[in-house]
């Protein structure tokens, strides 16, 4: 653990040092600083210690949220298609450091700010005092929540912990918590501040009190999924002295804390976005266009200085603005299928009939005709269009063989058209083994920002990235609520998000856990919640099992040819070919060891007392 001194820098531009004075009395050094700040000065000033509370909101943790764009392509919703330097990614098997967190320097840094509010801001009111300290708490627990759902229990270090000089560094060496100790004190910490955050209840950049019922809410679902599910394991992932595993008799308590908080969110001031008549687009607006009541809390990019390149990163290729820019995510046909259709039938694509014959479709877009809406709003798929023009995605052309069966063939280069007429493949591909074009058949259109410019180095796109948002507290009161029993309310909140898809009202009338699964992973898709759902539920080494025909643990893409066939009844018709792409080298691998990430030798070098976690 690192040391703390009285002097330490905080924030990206800001220093704190103590007052200078002299013992000669010299009139020279009795004259104030004007290049440095003393503490009286910082801490009683608002704008100064907006400025801290915002560089410690700029530092909270996500593994592949905030437009990570490779985090993203690291798991089953989609491959990575970018700049070949980079293709480890499609062979990417968990190592025991996978989502490793320790930063115990943002804790100190968050402590020492707790403890000088306490002692130097004399100046500030009860009310902005209560603020500050109640947002750096929240931004801890957050910090103590991106720790335990990834290292499992952590030491709790609510105080600056200074080395005394004495030689004797024990003092500095704190022990693991259990794990379950590490969420009950961030459930505490929640209560204790949230309703003292009410300055800015309406904002959706800084904490208020729904915040911290949103991290509630997750938290203690969390708590209740390992307390529940890592017992029904054949052999539970414990330690001796629980800094791993939570007894099982502890998941109702999580689960109705969580329900609770859920509740108090969904009866407060937000409401599911619904503002456009079309239900795909209304998803995808949602997250970009800023309006409505649905996120809770979220990363805004507004100034020059914040903006980011997802858009550059993910632009559609014929769409691109930039001579440079990429389409990096290639989603999955496993994510693509996982959207159900409106009739309730499951997502699967009907590709061939049950003879095993290529279904022939009148239009490129017809097989995803009738799919939950959520499919449209976050997936770009052949026959659709962004920013208002259609995009060009056809792998290239079917002809009838002498063998009695179709050749598939793939034009030289992109855009290009076929002997006899017509696109042979589409400016957008997809190719089979290419760079900066989908391999898969689909691009991401979540988060891709339609905006003038967006996906150029010079403007960038400066839409959001939700922390918090309300779809997911009704998925988070619809486990709850299913794990303790209360099955109608918990099919209620299901089939409303469903309804918002464009499914009919109680859609959902025998619900299961696999269906409140599935529902998070459509909702939910690339906001950084699969890998963590996936562990919690003690079924990610299921899922991604390492196994070369495991359509989850391996990428597959769906390529759509136009059948060439003269006087065939389905000549220009569209079929379609389920392709594993060349550019995906392995299948992704989750081991018992990955459901603690591994603590740096570098840290129990330096504390003797950190337990090492199970399989490492």
Known sequence: MKLRFKLTYIGVALLTLSSLSSCNHDDWFDRDSKSLITDAQLWNDPKLLTSLVANYYDRMPTLHGVFNTGGMTELDDAMWSGHRDQNWRNDYQFGDDYGRYWDYGLIRDLNLSLENIDQFSTQLSDAQRKQYKAEIRFIRAFVYFELVKRMGGVPIVTTQLIYDFSGDPT??????????????????????????????????????????????????????????????????????????????????????????????????????????????????????????????????????????????????????????????????????????????????????????????YQNINDIFANKDARLFGTVIYPGTSFRGRAVSIQAGVATWGTNGAYQFTAAPQLGQNYASGGLWTGFDGPLYDAQDVSNTGFYIRKFVSDAPAASTRGTSAANWWPWFRLGEIYLNASEAAFELGQTVDARTYVNKLRERAGFPANSVSNLTMDIIRNERRVELAFEDHRYYDLKRWRIAHLVWDGSENDPNAVVYGLYAYRVVRPGHADDGKYIYERVRPARFRKARFFRMANYYASISQDVINKNPKIVRNPFH
């Open 171 to 360: 003092p500095l060496q704190v022990a693991r918590a259990k794990e379950y100790e590490v969420y009950d004190f961030i459930y505490k910490e929640l209560e204790e501040i949230k309703e003292d955050l009410t300055v800015y209840n309406a904002s959706k950049t800084r904490a208020n009190k729904y915040t911290a019922l949103a991290l509630e809410s997750r938290a203690m679902l969390y708590a209740a999924s390992i307390a529940k599910y890592n017992n029904l394991m054949a052999s539970p992932i414990t330690t001796a002295g629980g800094e791993v595993g939570i007894p099982a008799n502890m998941a109702t308590g999580y689960y109705t804390k969580s329900l609770a908080a859920s509740k108090e969110i969904m009866n407060g001031p937000y409401a599911l976005y619904n503002e456009n008549a079309d239900k795909g687009a209304n998803f995808y607006d949602m997250l970009n266009k800023k309006t409505g009541a649905e996120v809770i809390f979220a990363k805004d990019f507004v100034t020059s200085l914040k903006v980011h390149r997802f858009a550059y990163d993910n632009i559609v290729r014929s769409l691109t603005e930039d001579n440079e820019s990429s389409s990096t995510i290639s989603p999955s046909l496993s994510l693509v299928e996982s959207f159900d259709y409106l009739d309730g039938s499951k997502g699967t694509l009907h590709d061939k009939n049950g003879a095993g014959n290529y279904v022939a």
